[in-house]
Each structure stands twice: as C-alpha cells, then as structure tokens.
C-alpha cells in the first residue's frame, strides 16, 4: 500500500517563507492532499492536487509536484505565527481512493 | 462549507463502558470515516462506510465496531472501553471518490 513520509518539525522566522515536504511511494496516486491541524482541533483541508498536474497556487500557498521523484511540497509565503499548526500530506489513488496519511509536520513559527 | 459534527469534544469513560461517539455531516456525503490519532502514529483508519447500512474495516478495527443506520450520521462504539483506546477520534465525510475528506473538531476520549 501507500507510504507516506515528511519530516517531523519545521521551525520559521515570522515573514520567511516556509517548505514542507512529503513523500510517497505509489506512482499511482492520483490525487494529494494537504491539511492544517492546529491544537486541540480537527484537520482543515488546505489544498489538493490531481497527479496531471504540477503546480498549484492558492493566495500563499502553493503546491508542486514532482510525479518522478513522488515528491510534493507545499510553500507557504509570508509565514505568520497564525500558521503555526501541524501539516499532513495524504495521497490517495485507484479503488477506493482513501488517503494515506503523513504523520504530519509541525511548523512553529517564531517572531 | 461541508460540517461535520461530532458530538463530544471531550470524554471521559471508564474500563469496560460500552461508548458511542457520534458524528453527523449535512452534505449528503456517501462516504463517511472514522480514525483514531495518536502521538507520533498519525492517523489511522478503524472504519469506514460508504453507504447506509455498509461498512468496511479499515486499518485498526479491533476493538471497535460502527453503525449507519442514516446517511447523514456514523457512529463509532467501543464495545468494552479498555485504556489503550484513550485518543483523539477524528470523523470524517466525502462526497465522491474524487473528493477530498473533511473533518469533524475531533473527540479526545479518556478511558480511566
């Protein structure tokens, strides 16, 4: 099945850009996924993108995806302490395309 | 905006009660999960269901069983709490396959 693999801390200056990275190992994800946990709460969706593509931008965010490598990332521009929160890749392919979870990066954002 | 629901943000059980986290989406979703999270484990899937009345087994189901007897509402029953179920429960909803999964606030449960 998917694997999927990030790093476990990431820590920015308040106004620096920041890079998340995400890895997985079925070629066949079709579509992948990037959520935002803050503490105490549920995952809110950020962003997604289907495997026929290899960019997208939404406002600070934007995703790139390398389909070779099976690498995703996300940038966020701008970071602010707002930001601070953990971050879950997830990809999902054929079937019953259920998403296969990151164990999620914190980002800690300091002034 | 999809929502979801779920019932208790905060729970607290003891060893062997019979427990019910309920959750509720009003989008009309098919699909709807269940997963548990736990420090350095991420998320794992225990349930899920894709139709009223059906359900599959996910990753970790031991333990726990599930009910759709509605399509708007899932619920998760431990049968016998044990401690080693004391985690974050995370529902969730998706229309389409192709569709993304949303999230409910999550429900941290206690098992003393």
């Known amino acids: 099945g998917e694997d999927v693999e990030q790093s476990l801390f990431l820590s920015v200056r308040e106004g620096d850009s920041s890079v998340i990275n995400c890895t997985y190992t079925?070629?066949?994800?079709?579509?992948l996924y990037w959520y935002k946990q803050e503490p105490g709460a549920g995952l809110q969706l950020l962003t997604y993108?289907?495997?026929?593509?290899d960019m997208k931008q939404d406002q600070r965010l934007t995703v790139l995806l390398n389909k070779k490598d099976k690498h995703l990332s996300l940038r966020i521009a701008d970071t602010q302490t707002g930001d601070s929160a953990i971050y879950f890749c997830?990809?999902?392919?054929?079937?019953?395309?259920?998403?296969?979870f990151g164990r999620g990066t914190s980002l800690i954002v300091h002034p | 905006d999809v929502k979801v629901t779920q019932s208790s943000r905060y729970l607290v059980k003891r060893t062997g009660e019979k427990v019910f986290l309920e959750c509720v989406q009003d989008m009309d979703h098919e699909n709807m999960f269940w997963y548990r999270q736990d420090p350095g484990l991420g998320l794992r899937l225990i349930y899920f269901?894709?139709?009223?009345?059906?359900?599959e087994k996910g990753d970790i189901p031991e333990g726990y069983s599930v009910s759709r007897e509605k399509k708007e509402r899932f619920s998760l029953i431990l049968e016998s709490a044990s401690t080693n179920q004391t985690s974050m429960y995370l529902c969730?909803?998706?229309?389409?396959?192709?569709?993304?999964?949303?999230f409910g606030d999550g429900t941290r449960l206690s098992i003393l």
């Open positions: 969730a909803s998706r229309g389409q396959e192709n569709q993304p999964q949303h």
């Open positions: 993108i289907f495997s026929n593509m």
């Open positions: 269901s894709y139709d009223v009345k059906m359900k």
């Open positions: 079925d070629s066949s994800s079709t579509y």
């Open positions: 997830a990809g999902a392919s054929g079937g019953s395309y259920i998403p296969t």
